[in-house]
């Protein structure tokens, strides 16, 4: 069963990723990239991930699609509709990708995965390990890069603010 | 099963830097790299699930990607806001300032 749902949401995931990319209409990119990140979200469920399913579709979903969204919306020209790469740099592009993606095909197939143990069947970590791995200040625990993300959050709030605001007048 | 995941995860990684390369457009742009955060979180995830059941480490690390994802489209839509007010235009391949 979980192997079906895998191979579904891959083919799924990989159509959506394929529109996004190389649709024309800008807007319909998003909706795509849309798609993308929910069957994202059932995979996390696939990989017992919970805690991530939703934050997936809390951050990702209902924010950064809507603010890409905002910015189609608020950005809306004649070149912003359309986008038209021309043909020779869609070749060098998807050349440059296939390259790339057999490269890392050949390491991950021949890598002496050694460090796979088992075929996650015994699954314990849920939500609340989770949540004490994050506000542990000992040596496993992720307590200061926690504090960081929540500056690095806060300072970039005020970079969108100070960035986006119109110019005053002197 | 781990080779699946791994490879599909690489598959829509290269499908992003794809985007990367051929878009024009900059929100066509923010749209690849999420497609690039995306993969890489979720193949953090993958790996935390099949090399160690029982820690969370990589759902640690997935939930950072989130964050900076969150971040950089902040970031990356103010930019484009502020670009488009000075050059009516979102054309990343006409902006050669910084060139002269």
């Not at chain 1, 990989?47 to 919306?73: D, K, N, P, R, T």
């Not at chain 1, 440059?96 to 088992?118: M, N, P, R, Y």
């Not at chain 2, 955060?37 to 990607?65: E, K």
Request: proline share 2%; aromatic share 10%; hydrophobic share 60%.
């Amino acid at each position: 069963m979980t192997n079906f749902l895998f191979w579904v949401f891959a083919i799924l995931s990989t159509v959506f990723a394929l529109f996004a990319v190389s649709s024309h209409h800008i807007l319909r990119a998003v909706i795509a990239l849309m798609g993308v990140l929910c069957v994202t979200a059932g995979m996390y469920l696939l990989l017992a991930a919970e805690f991530l399913a939703g934050a997936q579709i809390l951050v990702y979903v209902g924010g950064i699609v809507v603010l890409l969204v905002f910015a189609v919306m608020l950005t809306r020209s004649q070149d912003l509709q359309e986008d038209h790469p021309a043909l020779p740099r869609r070749i060098l592009g998807a050349a440059g990708s296939i390259a790339l993606f057999v490269l890392g095909a050949c390491a991950i197939l021949h890598s002496k995965s050694q460090l796979i143990t088992s075929d996650a069947s015994s699954q314990i970590s849920d939500v609340q390990s989770l949540g004490h791995a994050f506000l542990d200040s000992g040596a496993k625990g992720y307590l200061l890069p926690f504090e960081v993300i929540s500056f690095l959050l806060l300072s970039v709030l005020i970079a969108g603010i100070v960035i986006g605001r119109k110019e005053s007048q002197p | 099963m781990i080779t699946h995941w791994l490879l599909f995860t690489w598959f829509i990684f290269c499908i992003g830097i794809y985007g990367m390369l051929t878009r024009r457009n900059a929100v066509g742009l923010l749209v690849s790299v999420e497609l690039m955060l995306n993969s890489g979180a979720l193949n953090f995830v993958a790996l935390n699930r099949f090399v160690l059941p029982n820690a969370v480490d990589g759902q640690v690390m997935a939930v950072f990607v989130i964050a900076l994802a969150a971040a950089e489209v902040l970031l990356g839509m103010a930019i484009l806001l502020l670009l488009f007010r000075k050059k009516s235009s979102v054309d990343v391949t006409t902006l050669q300032e910084l060139r002269h």
